[in-house]
């Protein structure tokens, strides 16, 4: 089980509005995280060069990353190869994924022996119900037609936005392959239009979402992200309203 009170941690696009490296981790390290999911933002896989001095910036504030995404994955074993290659470079395990449905099936199984020769695993992130991979009816397709080497990557807030099912009914369906957590929230406007707010204090069950995470077996990765305003604050405090109900 994975142990949510020491290894909590926060997504790098949280900070995308930092470009240096070693500015964001200090600005990370504020919040109180343990690890961090480092987007494309913080790291350049088309140069591998670097990757070294990015992880080390990271462990020298005591962040540890323990996977990376959202990366856009291809029916190409080349392109998709650097998020796995620098991932196990910085000892994580998870990649989190998004694909387009043009060569889906060849696309999946080109993520399926990348995740068997690297040891990891790769989790579809749901983004949200405009997006085709952000509601159950295509999960469960493409699960269907695919082995659990690849699952889901899990955002609270963007499940929500489907308004169609519960956070917590999205985690009892996938219980076996939700391999990472964005914790994330939402308030609505009447019109349904949506801002972030710190993780508990917006339209999230968190107590029914962390009795339910608590039942997981295979999470890799759990973060916060959080896209507005003041991003070290609204993270320390989801952080901190998290660790209250532990």
């Known amino acids: 089980m994975f142990d949510l009170k020491n290894n909590i941690g926060a997504k790098s696009f949280s900070f995308r509005n930092i470009k240096d490296n070693t500015e964001c981790a200090a600005a990370i390290q504020a919040t109180g995280s343990r690890t961090v999911d480092l987007s494309g933002c913080h790291v350049n896989f088309d140069a591998p060069e670097s990757w ?5 910036i990271y462990a020298e504030k005591g962040l540890s990353i323990p996977g990376v995404g959202v990366a856009l994955m291809k029916n190409d074993e080349k392109w998709n190869r650097r998020f796995f290659e620098f991932t196990k470079q910085a000892g994580g395990r998870l990649v989190s994924i998004t694909f387009i449905p043009d060569d889906m099936e060849k696309t999946i199984a080109c993520v ?12 579809i992130h749901n983004h949200g119900g405009y997006h085709w991979l952000g509601n159950t009816t295509m999960l469960d397709y493409v699960f269907a037609r695919s082995n659990k080497s690849i699952g889901l990557c899990f955002d609270t807030a963007w499940c929500m936005h489907t308004h169609l099912e519960k956070p917590v009914e999205w985690m ?17 406007t009447p019109n349904g239009d949506h801002t972030d707010t710190a993780v508990g204090e ?6 029914a979402v962390l009795a339910q995470f608590k039942t997981l077996e295979h999470v890799e990765s759990a973060v916060i992200e959080y896209e507005g305003a003041d991003p070290v604050e609204q993270t320390k405090k989801s952080i901190d309203n998290i660790k209250s109900l532990l």
Do not use: A, Q, T
């Not at 070294?52 to 080390?56: C, D, K, L, P, T």
């Not at 399926?112 to 989790?123: A, D, F, P, Q, T």
């Not at 009892?172 to 609505?188: A, N, T």
């Open 52 to 56: 070294e001095e990015v992880i080390s």
């Open 202 to 207: 917006g339209s999230l069950d968190l107590p």
């Open 112 to 123: 399926e022996k990348l995740c068997e020769e690297y040891n990891m695993v790769s989790g």
């Open 172 to 188: 009892e369906r996938y219980s076996d392959r939700i391999y990472g957590v964005h914790f994330k929230d939402f308030l609505w």
